[in-house]
Every structure is written in structure tokens, then in C-alpha cells.
């Protein structure tokens, strides 16, 4: 017993010891760059995020230093560090607008906000950065290689924003705030008409409008589900309500 207790802070010593002499640079960017990559490897995403903090910082000019960039952007994001991430790819689209891993940032950007958006009950801050940032990229760059992934994540950050909508325009709805209502879901009427939901949004516009007795506009927006959503059940439903 008493050699385990004399062993045990040793074997923690050198374990510390260890892991702080991984994090050291050498008076070579190559080779501290290689053990960059083989930290991310070992799946040592925090240390490397470290351990490529003081790398770029040291070799501001180095051949690798935007590669240097990208992984510690790469090991952020990887390691669920998503404001991190955010803000290192922000960065690096503004340090380098031309570079060759553009698209790559840009993705990284928008999937750093994507996975910090919530629910269609809350603010769609994330939701809107996300959808603007994956928007950008495409349209810059069309036949880029995320360019499939980002079209379906701009649809479901699409519905999520009309849902969002929708919940806040049948919330004022239920307690007769008809006015509020209205604002919402004429957001969804001029925003998002792509999306799943926009047939039912049209049925509460017109619903809200005939609480405030503004008939005509009421029939603009029944005639518009007729147009555009014939045969829906939320148009079946609105030519009841006159």
C-alpha cells in the first residue's frame, strides 16, 4: 500500500507533465503542424484547438498558417465548440476571401450556427444566420461540394422560421389579438410560401381578418389558397369561413 500511494502522484506528475510538453512548440512549423493533425487523430480536439492557438500565433507568415486556421476551425467544431467554431470561420472568410477552402469555412460557419438553433418555439436567431450563411454559399458558389447537404438544411431552417411564425400568429389569435396575429402570418405569406405550413398560415390571415370585419382582404387571401393550394384541407376550410 505504501508504494501505491508513493506511485500514484509520480504516474500523475509524468501524466501532466506529458500532456503539457504535447502542447510545446518546436522551432519548426512543419513538424509542429503534423503533430497538429495527429492530435485531431487521437481525437484530442481540445488540446488541439490549444496546441493550434499558439501555433498561429507564433507563425503569423508560415506557409501553413491558413491550413492552421482551417484544422483549428476543423477541431472546433468537431469537438461541438460551436461558438468557437462560429468565430473562427467568420474570421477566416474575412482573412481570406479568395482562398481555395472558402466553401469549406462557409459551411463550417453555417453548420456552427445550425447547431446552435432551437426549436420553432424560440427565437430563430441561429435559424436565420444558419439559412442566410448556407443561402450565401450556393448562390456564390452553386456547384459547391456541400451544395446538396445545404439545400436541404435551407428547407428544414425554412419551415422551422414559418413555424415560427405561425406559433407566435395563433398565440396572439387565441386571446383575440387579432392585429399581432395578422403581422405574423402575413410574415409567412410574404417569406416563406415555399414551406409545408403556408396553406394553414393563409387560413389564420384570413380567419384574423374577418375578426376585424375586413372581409375583402379576407377573400384576397381565400382566393390566394384557391390559386395556389387547391384541394388542400386548409383551403377546403377557409371557403367556409364567408
Same mark, same amino acid.
Given at each position: 500500500m505504501k508504494v501505491y500511494f508513493i506511485l500514484a502522484p509520480l504516474m500523475? +506528475?509524468?501524466?501532466? $507533465?506529458?500532456?503539457? =510538453?504535447d502542447l510545446t512548440l518546436s522551432e519548426s512549423a512543419e513538424q509542429d503542424y503534423l503533430k497538429a493533425e495527429r492530435l485531431i487523430e487521437d481525437e484530442q480536439y481540445t488540446r488541439?484547438? @490549444?496546441?493550434?492557438?499558439?501555433?498561429?500565433? &507564433?507563425?503569423?507568415?508560415?506557409?501553413? %498558417?491558413?491550413?492552421?486556421?482551417?484544422? *483549428?476551425? &476543423? =477541431? =472546433?467544431?468537431?469537438? *461541438?465548440e460551436?461558438?468557437?467554431? #462560429?468565430?473562427? =470561420? /467568420? *474570421?477566416?472568410?474575412?482573412?481570406?476571401? #479568395?482562398?481555395?477552402? *472558402?466553401?469549406? %469555412? #462557409?459551411?463550417? +460557419?453555417?453548420? /456552427?450556427?445550425?447547431? !446552435?438553433?432551437?426549436?420553432?418555439?424560440? #427565437?430563430?436567431?441561429?435559424?436565420?444566420?444558419a439559412k442566410d450563411t448556407f443561402t450565401a454559399l450556393n448562390t456564390r458558389n452553386p456547384n459547391n461540394e456541400y451544395a446538396q447537404e445545404v439545400s436541404k438544411?435551407? !428547407?428544414?431552417?425554412? $419551415? !422551422?422560421m414559418a413555424e415560427h411564425e405561425m406559433i407566435i400568429g395563433k398565440f396572439y389569435y387565441e386571446r383575440n389579438l387579432y392585429v399581432g396575429a395578422i403581422n405574423r402570418f402575413i410574415v409567412v405569406k410574404n417569406k416563406f410560401m415555399q414551406s409545408s405550413i403556408a396553406p394553414e398560415s393563409l387560413y389564420w390571415l384570413a380567419a384574423s381578418y374577418l375578426a376585424? @370585419? @375586413? &372581409?375583402?382582404?379576407? !377573400?384576397e387571401v381565400i382566393q390566394q389558397l384557391q390559386s395556389n393550394f387547391a384541394g388542400n384541407e386548409w383551403q377546403k376550410k377557409a371557403e367556409k369561413l364567408i
Open positions: 500523475a +506528475l509524468l501524466l501532466t $507533465s506529458c500532456a503539457t =510538453a488541439a484547438t @490549444q496546441f493550434l492557438s499558439k501555433f498561429v500565433a &507564433k507563425y503569423p507568415y508560415s506557409q501553413y %498558417a491558413a491550413s492552421a486556421k482551417l484544422l *483549428r476551425m &476543423k =477541431a =472546433a467544431y468537431i469537438n *461541438r460551436f461558438i468557437l467554431s #462560429e468565430t473562427l =470561420a /467568420s *474570421r477566416f472568410i474575412t482573412a481570406h476571401p #479568395e482562398h481555395p477552402k *472558402r466553401d469549406y %469555412a #462557409e459551411y463550417i +460557419l453555417g453548420m /456552427s450556427y445550425y447547431n !446552435q438553433s432551437e426549436s420553432a418555439k424560440h #427565437e430563430q436567431i441561429f435559424t436565420a444566420k438544411h435551407i !428547407q428544414t431552417l425554412t $419551415s !422551422q376585424l @370585419q @375586413q &372581409k375583402a382582404s379576407a !377573400q
